[in-house]
């Protein structure tokens, strides 16, 4: 089989590749930059140098990182925060919109449409009366053997999990992916005698794969790279994530100075989760952004 | 389907128990923050120099020698990094949980004591004194905060640049004129051997901008605000003083002496591309330990009312919340003791804050490589604004420095900055 090779074709190509090398260069840079020390950093900075590893290269920027942090902790914080958002986000996300999708009661369009304004309002405009609330709220401890309440919840995962589990983005995905399913399957299976959990639960999840996929990766982006809210709400190293992980190293009025060649090998071991995540789920994800028609 | 219900009951309430408790020891630092606990109470203390290892390697050691010295009190310390430090201060104190000790940026300070985050300090009037102006912070005449160290300000060159281009030079007692220092920069400009005559350090930001470039501005006549109210800056930010400063300032970039896109790292001066350096005490090990004797630190210009740098660090202040402010003296007192001091100025570089132990500091000691930055913070010091305001006021002038840098009219941009702080001020009832 031959293939024609038209100009526009080659065009198209090259397009392609041209974007591919764009958004590649900022990667290829933190990756090799964090296989140099600082001062080949800064030398190599004006040449095609920068984005290849090139000259002495070596991991002190890296054993630097691990010396200078408690990185496993926050790894594991950050991976144990995101995972638990990800998957109660999905479960109550999807729920709510089956609800909204699938079933028919009265506001339902000016309950879509609320949650939708939720998306117009930046977190940072919320942000300290949620932390007034969070700070009055009572919770759960185990303390001396025994279940307590103690009121508060800073200083703990819940605080950075519990506000970020629904999201109005995420039910709107599913929503917009729940409405393309043939109403019919719920019919059938409301006629087998189905509960519209068991609708949820056996048809509409099994359907629903790239939406899943979608929200998950989006979800876990967000909290992944949440900076602002642990900042203040946690106020112990122990459970601090990796984003804030990243003021480690600045300090350019100290005798040390900013560490450059530490942060970026810290930003490619913090980047390196998400890249695994999404080459996992890429192929649902794209399905599930030209299927719902949203784009993340 | 019942099962499952039950299932997924049994782990949400042992989620809800495992996600919300296993923190709570870490927590009681600061909620129980003063409570006594059979005959110890706890003091909780936040520093900012998470990721500092020198640093924060001399706050432990005074921590783990006070507690072992008494019983009647425990210092837990919790470490923050300094860029989100004062975020993280801010949280604490709209939700009320705020530790017993902090540390606080001087200049910072009066902020802190005007929003009701910090209580006067009180300790022994003998150990105040004997501090560096630097080193102390007051505002409304009382002491708020008291640190270990303060910083300096000088400009780096090499003895050989300077004798090459037949460069005068300057003492403390006789620094550069502003009309040697332009001679000067033209002549190294001039040599061609150099990338650019000077790094001003303008790849740095935030706090950066006010402390470095403020007292040149003063040293022109200028200032920041109105110092004798804190209640404009209309006429200060924008005189004719602040105005040549500026248009000077700016001056050193478009005529290519400086680079306006200069980068953080500041390694040009030591690899020899650039001929000066403004810089701090706390940066000039490298270049010593690089050039040897050809290094000279020199004083800032003269630009006619005399040189001026920058004054006050990091420093110790009690929460106006700490139950127990008593004890945190007692710790405050007990960290700024000699031998602490000389740790610090061992391990970070900065200036010691009393004189005793600035003899004990080989660098800082009379007759050291660094002696002259003491000279430098003693005779040229200026605090920068002691007012509620100057939080919004150093981000206002750094963004109008920027500008200046990046070509814009001087006048324009400081009678913009000098809006905006009138306007910040009038926002917030001039923060009486």
């Given at each position: 089989?031959?293939?024609?090779?038209?100009?526009?074709?080659?065009?198209?190509?090259?397009?392609?590749?041209?974007?591919?090398?764009l958004?590649?260069?900022?990667l290829?840079?933190?990756?090799s930059?964090?296989?140099?020390?600082?001062?080949?950093?800064?030398?190599?900075v004006?040449?095609?140098?920068?984005?290849?590893?090139?000259?002495?290269?070596?991991?002190?920027?890296?054993?630097?990182v691990?010396?200078?942090?408690p990185?496993?902790?926050?790894?594991?914080?950050?991976?144990?925060?995101?995972?638990?958002?990800?998957?109660?986000?999905?479960?109550?996300?999807?729920l709510?919109?089956?609800?909204?999708?699938?079933?028919?009661f009265?506001?339902?369009?000016?309950?879509?449409?609320?949650?939708?304004?939720?998306?117009?309002?930046?977190?940072?405009?919320?942000?300290?009366?949620?932390?007034?609330?969070?700070?009055?709220?009572?919770?759960?401890?185990?303390?001396?053997?025994?279940?307590?309440?103690?009121?508060g919840?800073?200083?703990?995962?819940?605080?950075?999990?519990?506000?970020?589990?629904?999201?109005?983005?995420?039910?709107?995905?599913?929503?917009?992916?729940f409405?393309?399913?043939?109403?019919?399957?719920?019919e059938?299976?409301?006629?087998?005698?189905?509960?519209?959990?068991?609708?949820?639960?056996?048809?509409?999840?099994?359907?629903?794969?790239?939406?899943?996929?979608?929200?998950?990766?989006?979800?876990?982006?967000?909290?992944?790279?949440?900076?602002?809210?642990p900042?203040m709400?946690?106020?112990?190293e122990?459970?601090?994530?990796?984003?804030v992980?990243?003021?480690?190293?600045?300090?350019?009025?100290?005798?040390?100075?900013?560490?450059?060649?530490?942060?970026?090998?810290y930003?490619?071991?913090?980047?390196?989760?998400?890249?695994?995540?999404?080459v996992?789920?890429?192929?649902?994800?794209?399905?599930?952004?030209?299927?719902?028609?949203?784009?993340? | 389907?019942?099962?499952?219900?039950?299932?997924?009951l049994?782990a949400?309430?042992?989620s809800?128990?495992?996600?919300?408790?296993?923190?709570?020891?870490?927590?009681?630092?600061?909620?129980?923050?003063?409570?006594?606990?059979?005959?110890?109470?706890?003091?909780?203390?936040?520093?900012?120099?998470?990721?500092?290892?020198?640093?924060?390697?001399?706050?432990?050691?005074?921590?783990?020698?006070?507690?072992?010295?008494?019983?009647q009190?425990?210092?837990?310390?919790?470490e923050?990094?300094q860029e989100?430090?004062?975020d993280s201060?801010?949280?604490a104190?709209?939700?009320?949980?705020?530790?017993?000790?902090?540390?606080?940026?001087?200049?910072?300070?009066?902020?802190?004591?005007?929003?009701?985050?910090?209580?006067?300090?009180?300790?022994?009037?003998?150990?105040e004194?004997?501090?560096?102006?630097?080193?102390?912070?007051?505002?409304?005449?009382?002491?708020?905060?008291?640190?270990?160290?303060?910083?300096?300000?000088?400009?780096?060159?090499?003895?050989?640049?300077?004798e090459?281009?037949?460069?005068?030079?300057?003492?403390?007692?006789?620094?550069?004129?502003?009309?040697?220092f332009?001679?000067?920069?033209?002549?190294?400009?001039?040599t061609?051997?150099?990338?650019?005559?000077?790094?001003?350090?303008?790849?740095?930001t935030?706090?950066?901008?006010?402390?470095?470039?403020?007292?040149?501005?003063?040293s022109?006549?200028?200032?920041?605000?109105?110092?004798?109210?804190?209640?404009?800056?209309?006429?200060?930010?924008?005189?004719?003083?602040?105005?040549?400063?500026?248009?000077?300032?700016?001056?050193?970039?478009?005529?290519?002496?400086?680079?306006?896109?200069?980068?953080?790292?500041?390694?040009?001066?030591?690899?020899?591309?650039?001929?000066?350096?403004?810089?701090?005490?706390?940066?000039?090990?490298?270049?010593?330990?690089?050039?040897?004797?050809?290094?000279?630190?020199?004083?800032?210009?003269?630009?006619?009312?005399?040189?001026?740098?920058?004054?006050?660090?990091?420093?110790?202040?009690?929460?106006?919340?700490?139950?127990?402010?008593?004890?945190?003296?007692a710790?405050?007192?007990?960290?700024?003791?000699?031998?602490?001091?000389?740790?610090?100025?061992?391990?970070?570089g900065?200036?010691?804050?009393?004189?005793?132990?600035?003899?004990?500091?080989?660098?800082?000691?009379?007759?050291?490589?660094?002696?002259?930055?003491?000279?430098?913070?003693?005779?040229?010091?200026?605090l920068?604004?002691?007012?509620?305001?100057y939080?919004?006021?150093?981000?206002?002038?750094?963004?109008?420095v920027?500008?200046i840098?990046?070509?814009?009219?001087?006048?324009?941009?400081?009678?913009?900055?000098?809006?905006?702080?009138?306007?910040?001020?009038?926002?917030?009832?001039?923060?009486?």
């Amino acid at each position: 089989m031959k293939t024609k090779l038209s100009v526009g074709l080659v065009l198209q190509y090259a397009l392609a590749v041209f974007f591919m090398l764009l958004f590649c260069l900022p990667l290829l840079f933190m990756i090799s930059s964090s296989l140099k020390d600082p001062q080949a950093i800064f030398a190599d900075v004006k040449s095609w140098k920068a984005f290849f590893p090139v000259g002495d290269v070596n991991f002190d920027q890296y054993l630097g990182v691990f010396e200078r942090l408690p990185m496993a902790q926050f790894v594991f914080n950050s991976l144990l925060v995101s995972g638990v958002v990800v998957i109660a986000g999905l479960f109550v996300n999807s729920l709510a919109a089956f609800a909204i999708a699938r079933l028919k009661f009265r506001g339902q369009n000016s309950l879509l449409v609320f949650l939708i304004a939720t998306l117009v309002i930046p977190f940072e405009t919320i942000a300290m009366p949620l932390l007034v609330l969070v700070n009055s709220l009572p919770r759960l401890s185990w303390e001396d053997g025994s279940i307590e309440i103690t009121i508060g919840w800073l200083n703990t995962y819940l605080v950075q999990i519990m506000p970020f589990i629904a999201g109005g983005f995420s039910i709107f995905l599913f929503v917009q992916y729940f409405k393309t399913l043939p109403k019919e399957l719920d019919e059938a299976a409301i006629i087998d005698g189905a509960s519209y959990f068991s609708i949820y639960w056996r048809i509409i999840v099994p359907l629903a794969g790239p939406a899943f996929a979608t929200s998950a990766i989006l979800s876990f982006l967000a909290i992944w790279n949440a900076y602002l809210w642990p900042v203040m709400v946690v106020q112990t190293e122990a459970l601090r994530p990796v984003q804030v992980g990243l003021d480690y190293f600045w300090a350019s009025t100290s005798e040390e100075g900013t560490q450059w060649g530490e942060i970026m090998a810290y930003s490619t071991l913090i980047t390196l989760p998400i890249l695994i995540i999404f080459v996992i789920f890429q192929r649902a994800f794209v399905a599930s952004v030209a299927s719902s028609g949203v784009k993340g | 389907m019942i099962k499952l219900t039950r299932a997924l009951l049994a782990a949400s309430a042992a989620s809800a128990i495992v996600l919300s408790g296993c923190a709570a020891t870490d927590s009681a630092s600061n909620s129980e923050e003063g409570a006594a606990t059979g005959e110890t109470t706890t003091i909780s203390m936040w520093s900012h120099a998470a990721g500092n290892d020198q640093e924060i390697a001399t706050v432990k050691e005074a921590i783990t020698d006070f507690n072992a010295s008494q019983t009647q009190y425990e210092v837990v310390l919790e470490e923050f990094p300094q860029e989100s430090y004062n975020d993280s201060i801010a949280a604490a104190a709209a939700s009320n949980t705020l530790p017993c000790v902090v540390d606080v940026d001087g200049p910072i300070m009066p902020n802190w004591a005007w929003a009701g985050y910090l209580q006067p300090l009180t300790i022994d009037s003998a150990l105040e004194q004997s501090l560096l102006p630097g080193a102390k912070g007051y505002y409304n005449d009382q002491l708020y905060s008291a640190g270990a160290w303060d910083a300096a300000l000088g400009m780096l060159a090499r003895k050989s640049t300077l004798e090459a281009v037949g460069a005068r030079i300057p003492t403390v007692a006789e620094p550069w004129t502003q009309a040697e220092f332009d001679a000067l920069l033209a002549a190294i400009d001039a040599t061609g051997d150099y990338d650019y005559a000077i790094d001003w350090g303008n790849g740095w930001t935030g706090e950066w901008f006010p402390y470095a470039y403020s007292p040149i501005m003063q040293s022109f006549g200028g200032d920041l605000i109105d110092r004798s109210s804190f209640e404009t800056a209309d006429g200060v930010i924008n005189s004719d003083a602040s105005v040549a400063f500026g248009e000077w300032f700016g001056s050193t970039f478009a005529k290519g002496y400086a680079n306006a896109a200069q980068t953080g790292d500041r390694t040009e001066f030591i690899a020899g591309t650039i001929a000066l350096q403004y810089n701090g005490n706390w940066a000039v090990k490298d270049a010593y330990e690089a050039l040897g004797d050809d290094l000279l630190i020199l004083p800032p210009p003269n630009f006619g009312q005399g040189p001026k740098i920058g004054a006050a660090s990091w420093q110790f202040g009690i929460s106006s919340t700490c139950e127990s402010p008593e004890g945190a003296s007692a710790f405050i007192e007990f960290i700024l003791q000699d031998k602490y001091i000389v740790a610090f100025a061992n391990r970070i570089g900065l200036i010691p804050a009393t004189a005793t132990a600035a003899e004990q500091v080989p660098n800082y000691a009379p007759g050291g490589p660094f002696a002259v930055f003491v000279e430098f913070s003693n005779s040229y010091g200026v605090l920068r604004p002691p007012t509620p305001a100057y939080l919004s006021v150093s981000t206002i002038y750094e963004k109008a420095v920027a500008d200046i840098i990046n070509g814009a009219n001087a006048k324009q941009a400081l009678d913009a900055a000098a809006d905006e702080i009138d306007a910040n001020l009038a926002d917030n009832d001039f923060y009486r």
